[in-house]
DNA sequence: CCTCGTTAGTTGACTCGACAACTATACCCG
DNA sequence: CGGGTATAGTTGTCGAGTCAACTAACGAGG
Protein backbone atom coordinates (compact mmCIF):
# COMPACT_ATOMS: atom_id res chain seq x y z
CA UNK A 1 0.00 0.00 0.00
CA UNK A 2 1.34 3.44 -0.73
CA UNK A 3 0.52 5.03 2.36
CA UNK A 4 2.29 3.57 4.86
CA UNK A 5 0.49 1.14 6.93
CA UNK A 6 -0.08 2.62 10.20
CA UNK A 7 1.22 -0.05 12.84
CA UNK A 8 -1.39 -0.38 15.05
CA UNK A 9 -0.75 -0.44 18.86
CA UNK A 10 -0.72 -4.32 20.51
CA UNK A 11 -3.08 -4.99 22.76
CA UNK A 12 -0.30 -4.79 25.63
CA UNK A 13 0.74 -1.10 24.56
CA UNK A 14 -3.18 -0.34 23.57
CA UNK A 15 -4.53 -1.04 27.26
CA UNK A 16 -1.24 0.96 28.83
CA UNK A 17 -1.93 4.34 26.64
CA UNK A 18 -5.97 3.92 27.29
CA UNK A 19 -4.63 4.21 31.46
CA UNK A 20 -2.40 6.95 30.55
CA UNK A 21 -4.51 9.20 28.63
CA UNK A 22 -7.17 8.06 31.72
CA UNK A 23 -4.81 9.20 34.39
CA UNK A 24 -3.48 12.18 32.18
CA UNK A 25 -7.25 13.05 31.74
CA UNK A 26 -8.09 13.18 35.73
CA UNK A 27 -5.28 13.70 37.54
CA UNK A 28 -5.30 18.02 36.59
CA UNK A 29 -8.89 18.16 37.29
CA UNK A 30 -8.47 16.46 41.06
CA UNK A 31 -5.36 18.40 41.45
CA UNK A 32 -7.35 21.11 40.67
CA UNK A 33 -10.26 20.39 42.97
CA UNK A 34 -8.59 19.95 45.81
CA UNK A 35 -6.72 23.55 45.92
CA UNK A 36 -9.35 25.07 44.72
CA UNK A 37 -11.70 23.92 47.67
CA UNK A 38 -8.99 24.71 50.62
CA UNK A 39 -6.93 27.53 48.94
CA UNK A 40 -8.88 28.79 46.14
CA UNK A 41 -6.57 28.49 43.26
CA UNK A 42 -5.69 26.12 40.45
CA UNK A 43 -2.61 24.06 40.00
CA UNK A 44 -0.93 25.99 37.99
CA UNK A 45 -1.66 28.58 40.31
CA UNK A 46 0.08 26.91 43.04
CA UNK A 47 2.79 25.76 41.12
CA UNK A 48 3.60 29.37 39.82
CA UNK A 49 3.65 30.14 43.60
CA UNK A 50 5.62 27.36 44.84
CA UNK A 51 8.56 27.97 41.76
CA UNK A 52 8.58 31.30 42.91
CA UNK A 53 9.27 30.67 47.15
CA UNK A 54 11.54 28.01 46.15
CA UNK A 55 13.80 30.57 44.74
CA UNK A 56 16.57 32.52 45.88
CA UNK A 57 15.11 36.19 46.26
CA UNK A 58 11.97 34.73 45.77
CA UNK A 59 11.96 36.27 41.85
CA UNK A 60 12.16 34.75 38.45
CA UNK A 61 12.47 36.13 35.06
CA UNK A 62 9.34 35.25 33.28
CA UNK A 63 10.49 33.08 30.95
CA UNK A 64 12.18 31.02 33.48
CA UNK A 65 9.07 30.87 35.64
CA UNK A 66 7.68 29.68 32.21
CA UNK A 67 9.90 26.87 32.00
CA UNK A 68 9.65 25.79 35.73
CA UNK A 69 6.03 25.54 34.99
CA UNK A 70 5.96 24.01 31.84
CA UNK A 71 3.70 26.85 30.52
CA UNK A 72 4.01 29.40 27.09
CA UNK A 73 4.61 33.00 28.31
CA UNK A 74 1.23 33.75 26.90
CA UNK A 75 -0.43 31.57 29.58
CA UNK A 76 2.23 32.63 32.26
CA UNK A 77 1.62 36.40 31.37
CA UNK A 78 -2.18 36.29 32.16
CA UNK A 79 -2.12 33.87 35.16
CA UNK A 80 0.40 36.73 36.46
CA UNK A 81 -1.62 39.58 35.89
CA UNK A 82 -4.58 37.58 38.34
CA UNK A 83 -2.21 37.18 40.85
CA UNK A 84 -0.45 40.37 40.88
CA UNK A 85 -4.24 42.11 41.11
CA UNK A 86 -4.66 39.31 44.26
CA UNK A 87 -1.34 41.20 45.37
CA UNK A 88 0.55 37.84 45.76
CA UNK A 89 3.07 38.69 43.40
CA UNK A 90 4.58 41.75 41.66
CA UNK A 91 5.45 43.01 38.55
CA UNK A 92 9.27 44.70 38.12
CA UNK A 93 11.57 45.65 35.83
CA UNK A 94 14.53 43.72 35.02
CA UNK A 95 17.83 45.74 35.81
CA UNK A 96 20.14 43.79 33.12
CA UNK A 97 17.52 43.24 30.19
CA UNK A 98 15.12 46.42 29.32
CA UNK A 99 12.43 43.32 27.47
CA UNK A 100 12.34 41.35 30.48
CA UNK A 101 10.15 40.93 33.49
CA UNK A 102 10.69 39.74 36.81
CA UNK A 103 8.14 38.43 39.20
CA UNK A 104 8.49 38.69 42.76
CA UNK A 105 6.63 36.73 45.53
CA UNK A 106 5.01 38.85 47.75
CA UNK A 107 4.36 37.85 52.04
CA UNK A 108 0.78 37.58 51.58
CA UNK A 109 1.69 34.93 48.43
CA UNK A 110 4.47 33.50 50.46
CA UNK A 111 1.68 33.04 53.19
CA UNK A 112 -0.43 31.48 50.80
CA UNK A 113 1.80 29.07 49.31
CA UNK A 114 3.15 27.93 53.02
CA UNK A 115 -0.81 27.56 53.78
CA UNK A 116 -1.44 25.72 50.95
CA UNK A 117 1.34 23.26 50.36
CA UNK A 118 0.40 20.68 53.25
CA UNK A 119 -3.10 20.15 51.53
CA UNK A 120 -1.68 20.18 48.26
CA UNK A 121 1.25 17.28 49.29
CA UNK A 122 -0.97 15.56 51.23
CA UNK A 123 -3.15 15.10 47.71
CA UNK A 124 -0.37 14.34 46.20
CA UNK A 125 0.69 11.60 48.28
CA UNK A 126 -3.11 10.30 48.61
CA UNK A 127 -3.32 10.05 44.95
CA UNK A 128 -0.39 8.67 43.42
CA UNK A 129 3.02 9.04 45.96
CA UNK A 130 1.52 6.54 48.49
CA UNK A 131 -0.13 4.39 45.89
CA UNK A 132 3.20 3.31 44.12
CA UNK A 133 6.01 1.19 45.84
CA UNK A 134 9.37 3.35 45.38
CA UNK A 135 10.34 1.00 42.64
CA UNK A 136 7.69 2.23 41.18
CA UNK A 137 8.09 5.60 41.77
CA UNK A 138 11.54 5.38 40.46
CA UNK A 139 9.57 4.20 37.30
CA UNK A 140 7.48 6.79 36.98
CA UNK A 141 11.11 9.31 37.04
CA UNK A 142 12.41 6.94 34.56
CA UNK A 143 9.09 6.98 32.46
CA UNK A 144 8.24 10.40 32.42
CA UNK A 145 11.57 11.44 31.73
CA UNK A 146 12.04 9.50 28.25
CA UNK A 147 7.94 10.74 27.65
CA UNK A 148 9.61 14.09 28.13
CA UNK A 149 12.68 14.04 26.00
CA UNK A 150 10.06 13.33 23.42
CA UNK A 151 7.29 15.97 23.77
CA UNK A 152 10.38 18.64 24.71
CA UNK A 153 13.76 17.69 22.76
CA UNK A 154 15.23 20.95 23.44
CA UNK A 155 15.21 19.72 27.28
CA UNK A 156 13.85 23.33 27.88
CA UNK A 157 11.48 22.39 31.12
CA UNK A 158 13.34 19.39 32.26
CA UNK A 159 16.46 21.26 32.67
CA UNK A 160 15.67 23.02 36.79
CA UNK A 161 14.43 19.53 38.10
CA UNK A 162 17.28 18.70 40.45
CA UNK B 1 2.28 20.44 66.68
CA UNK B 2 -1.66 20.42 66.39
CA UNK B 3 -1.84 20.28 62.72
CA UNK B 4 -0.66 17.14 61.28
CA UNK B 5 3.02 17.52 59.99
CA UNK B 6 3.03 17.72 56.65
CA UNK B 7 5.17 14.63 55.63
CA UNK B 8 6.69 16.14 53.07
CA UNK B 9 8.03 14.39 49.69
CA UNK B 10 11.42 13.26 49.84
CA UNK B 11 13.98 14.12 47.11
CA UNK B 12 12.82 11.13 44.85
CA UNK B 13 9.59 11.88 45.57
CA UNK B 14 9.64 15.03 44.38
CA UNK B 15 11.57 14.22 41.08
CA UNK B 16 9.17 11.78 40.20
CA UNK B 17 6.10 14.04 40.47
CA UNK B 18 7.28 16.70 38.89
CA UNK B 19 8.26 15.15 35.77
CA UNK B 20 5.16 12.98 36.09
CA UNK B 21 3.26 16.59 36.46
CA UNK B 22 5.51 18.02 33.75
CA UNK B 23 3.73 14.90 31.29
CA UNK B 24 0.62 15.78 32.38
CA UNK B 25 1.19 19.15 31.64
CA UNK B 26 2.38 18.83 27.78
CA UNK B 27 0.91 15.43 26.66
CA UNK B 28 -2.57 16.86 26.21
CA UNK B 29 -1.30 19.91 24.27
CA UNK B 30 0.98 17.78 22.04
CA UNK B 31 -2.30 15.22 21.19
CA UNK B 32 -4.69 17.93 20.67
CA UNK B 33 -1.90 19.91 18.62
CA UNK B 34 -1.70 16.66 16.13
CA UNK B 35 -4.96 16.24 15.74
CA UNK B 36 -6.31 19.93 15.16
CA UNK B 37 -3.35 20.40 12.31
CA UNK B 38 -3.84 16.83 11.05
CA UNK B 39 -7.88 16.17 11.19
CA UNK B 40 -9.43 19.38 12.75
CA UNK B 41 -10.33 18.16 16.00
CA UNK B 42 -9.03 17.76 19.82
CA UNK B 43 -8.14 14.69 21.23
CA UNK B 44 -11.44 14.67 23.09
CA UNK B 45 -13.14 14.99 20.29
CA UNK B 46 -11.03 12.01 18.68
CA UNK B 47 -11.30 9.60 21.65
CA UNK B 48 -15.46 10.33 21.56
CA UNK B 49 -15.42 9.61 17.92
CA UNK B 50 -13.15 6.26 18.47
CA UNK B 51 -15.19 4.78 21.40
CA UNK B 52 -18.10 5.25 19.44
CA UNK B 53 -16.29 3.42 16.46
CA UNK B 54 -15.47 0.76 18.24
CA UNK B 55 -18.78 0.09 19.53
CA UNK B 56 -21.27 -2.81 17.92
CA UNK B 57 -23.54 -0.40 15.99
CA UNK B 58 -21.82 2.65 16.60
CA UNK B 59 -24.21 3.38 18.99
CA UNK B 60 -23.74 4.51 22.83
CA UNK B 61 -25.62 5.96 25.83
CA UNK B 62 -24.09 9.61 26.89
CA UNK B 63 -23.50 8.07 29.95
CA UNK B 64 -21.17 5.03 28.90
CA UNK B 65 -19.74 7.19 26.69
CA UNK B 66 -18.95 9.22 29.23
CA UNK B 67 -17.05 6.60 31.42
CA UNK B 68 -15.59 5.65 28.71
CA UNK B 69 -14.05 9.00 27.93
CA UNK B 70 -12.80 10.32 31.31
CA UNK B 71 -15.45 13.16 30.99
CA UNK B 72 -18.08 14.52 32.81
CA UNK B 73 -21.64 14.49 31.48
CA UNK B 74 -21.61 18.48 30.78
CA UNK B 75 -19.03 18.19 29.24
CA UNK B 76 -19.47 15.39 27.11
CA UNK B 77 -23.02 17.07 26.11
CA UNK B 78 -21.37 20.34 24.92
CA UNK B 79 -18.88 18.27 22.97
CA UNK B 80 -21.99 16.20 21.19
CA UNK B 81 -23.18 18.99 20.59
CA UNK B 82 -20.80 20.42 18.26
CA UNK B 83 -19.92 17.54 17.05
CA UNK B 84 -23.69 16.77 15.97
CA UNK B 85 -23.60 20.00 14.48
CA UNK B 86 -20.56 18.77 12.08
CA UNK B 87 -23.09 15.98 11.01
CA UNK B 88 -20.58 13.38 12.48
CA UNK B 89 -22.89 12.18 15.39
CA UNK B 90 -26.38 11.69 16.05
CA UNK B 91 -28.70 11.85 19.04
CA UNK B 92 -31.26 9.51 19.21
CA UNK B 93 -34.13 8.84 21.88
CA UNK B 94 -33.34 5.33 24.08
CA UNK B 95 -36.35 3.58 23.66
CA UNK B 96 -35.72 1.45 26.43
CA UNK B 97 -35.22 4.56 29.33
CA UNK B 98 -36.65 8.02 28.31
CA UNK B 99 -34.16 10.00 29.96
CA UNK B 100 -31.35 8.11 28.67
CA UNK B 101 -29.99 9.70 25.17
CA UNK B 102 -27.68 7.28 22.54
CA UNK B 103 -25.53 9.08 20.39
CA UNK B 104 -24.90 7.15 16.84
CA UNK B 105 -21.83 7.74 14.59
CA UNK B 106 -22.84 8.51 11.07
CA UNK B 107 -21.28 7.79 7.84
CA UNK B 108 -19.41 11.15 7.47
CA UNK B 109 -18.11 10.83 11.47
CA UNK B 110 -16.87 7.16 10.81
CA UNK B 111 -14.83 8.49 7.74
CA UNK B 112 -13.47 11.16 9.77
CA UNK B 113 -12.43 8.67 12.83
CA UNK B 114 -10.63 6.52 9.91
CA UNK B 115 -8.82 9.21 8.57
CA UNK B 116 -7.30 10.76 11.70
CA UNK B 117 -6.59 7.42 13.18
CA UNK B 118 -2.90 6.46 11.43
CA UNK B 119 -1.83 10.40 12.61
CA UNK B 120 -2.98 10.03 15.93
CA UNK B 121 -1.35 6.67 16.43
CA UNK B 122 1.69 7.69 14.76
CA UNK B 123 1.72 10.14 17.45
CA UNK B 124 1.30 8.18 20.38
CA UNK B 125 4.32 6.29 19.28
CA UNK B 126 6.29 9.03 18.33
CA UNK B 127 5.83 10.58 22.02
CA UNK B 128 5.30 7.93 24.49
CA UNK B 129 4.97 4.10 23.19
CA UNK B 130 8.31 3.96 21.19
CA UNK B 131 10.10 5.90 23.71
CA UNK B 132 9.16 3.07 25.93
CA UNK B 133 10.76 -0.48 26.69
CA UNK B 134 8.19 -3.54 26.52
CA UNK B 135 8.72 -3.51 30.07
CA UNK B 136 8.32 0.09 30.51
CA UNK B 137 4.96 -0.31 28.97
CA UNK B 138 3.92 -2.63 31.37
CA UNK B 139 5.02 -0.49 34.17
CA UNK B 140 2.70 2.14 32.86
CA UNK B 141 -0.39 -0.20 32.97
CA UNK B 142 0.55 -0.87 36.04
CA UNK B 143 1.21 2.27 37.28
CA UNK B 144 -1.40 4.29 35.95
CA UNK B 145 -3.96 1.08 37.31
CA UNK B 146 -2.85 2.14 40.58
CA UNK B 147 -3.25 5.77 40.60
CA UNK B 148 -6.73 5.51 38.76
CA UNK B 149 -8.03 3.34 41.55
CA UNK B 150 -7.07 6.38 44.15
CA UNK B 151 -8.19 9.17 41.28
CA UNK B 152 -11.70 7.37 40.65
CA UNK B 153 -12.13 4.68 43.41
CA UNK B 154 -15.74 3.83 42.12
CA UNK B 155 -13.85 2.28 39.22
CA UNK B 156 -15.96 4.01 36.66
CA UNK B 157 -13.78 4.41 34.08
CA UNK B 158 -11.72 2.00 34.18
CA UNK B 159 -14.07 -1.02 34.11
CA UNK B 160 -14.40 -1.25 29.75
CA UNK B 161 -10.43 -1.22 29.12
CA UNK B 162 -10.28 -4.61 27.56
C1' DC C 1 -51.84 5.65 41.58
C1' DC C 2 -49.61 9.56 43.52
C1' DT C 3 -45.64 11.37 45.71
C1' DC C 4 -40.90 11.56 46.82
C1' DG C 5 -36.24 10.71 45.87
C1' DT C 6 -32.97 9.39 42.30
C1' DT C 7 -30.94 9.11 37.81
C1' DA C 8 -30.04 11.07 32.85
C1' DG C 9 -29.19 14.74 30.40
C1' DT C 10 -29.20 19.74 28.88
C1' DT C 11 -28.30 24.59 29.25
C1' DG C 12 -26.15 29.07 30.49
C1' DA C 13 -22.80 31.92 32.85
C1' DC C 14 -18.24 32.30 33.95
C1' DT C 15 -13.15 31.16 33.80
C1' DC C 16 -9.18 29.66 31.81
C1' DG C 17 -5.86 28.57 28.03
C1' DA C 18 -4.37 28.83 22.98
C1' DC C 19 -3.14 31.38 19.20
C1' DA C 20 -1.97 35.33 16.67
C1' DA C 21 -0.81 40.00 16.37
C1' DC C 22 1.65 43.50 18.38
C1' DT C 23 5.29 46.40 21.19
C1' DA C 24 9.70 47.08 22.89
C1' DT C 25 14.39 46.10 23.76
C1' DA C 26 18.73 43.91 22.71
C1' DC C 27 22.21 42.22 19.68
C1' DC C 28 24.85 41.81 15.33
C1' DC C 29 26.96 43.51 11.16
C1' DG C 30 28.47 46.45 7.73
C1' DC D 1 26.12 54.04 14.54
C1' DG D 2 22.08 52.96 11.61
C1' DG D 3 19.20 48.97 9.96
C1' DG D 4 17.73 44.31 10.38
C1' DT D 5 16.77 40.37 13.02
C1' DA D 6 15.96 37.83 17.15
C1' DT D 7 14.28 37.79 21.91
C1' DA D 8 10.92 38.98 25.94
C1' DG D 9 6.52 39.95 27.05
C1' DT D 10 1.72 41.66 26.64
C1' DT D 11 -2.88 41.85 24.86
C1' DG D 12 -7.32 40.58 22.52
C1' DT D 13 -10.21 37.26 20.77
C1' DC D 14 -12.10 33.01 20.66
C1' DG D 15 -12.89 28.03 21.80
C1' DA D 16 -13.44 24.77 25.44
C1' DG D 17 -14.41 23.08 30.33
C1' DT D 18 -16.63 23.64 35.00
C1' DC D 19 -20.17 24.41 37.97
C1' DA D 20 -24.76 25.16 39.28
C1' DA D 21 -29.40 25.26 38.05
C1' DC D 22 -32.82 23.16 35.64
C1' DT D 23 -36.04 19.57 33.14
C1' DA D 24 -37.65 15.13 32.50
C1' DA D 25 -38.35 10.38 33.29
C1' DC D 26 -37.92 6.23 36.24
C1' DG D 27 -39.02 3.60 40.51
C1' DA D 28 -40.05 2.46 45.30
C1' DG D 29 -43.49 3.03 49.17
C1' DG D 30 -47.75 4.12 51.16
Given at each position: M????????????????????????????????????E?????????????????????LQ???????????????????????????????????????????????????????????????????????T??????????????L???DP?????G???
Amino acid sequence: MSTADPHWLTPAERSAWLRLLAVVELLPGALDGQLRREASFTHFEYQTLAMLSENPGRTLQMSALADRTNATLPRLSHVITRLADRGLVERRACPEDGRATNVVLTDAGWDAVVAAAPGHVATARAVVVDALTAEQIEQVAEISEAILTRLDPDGRMTGQLD
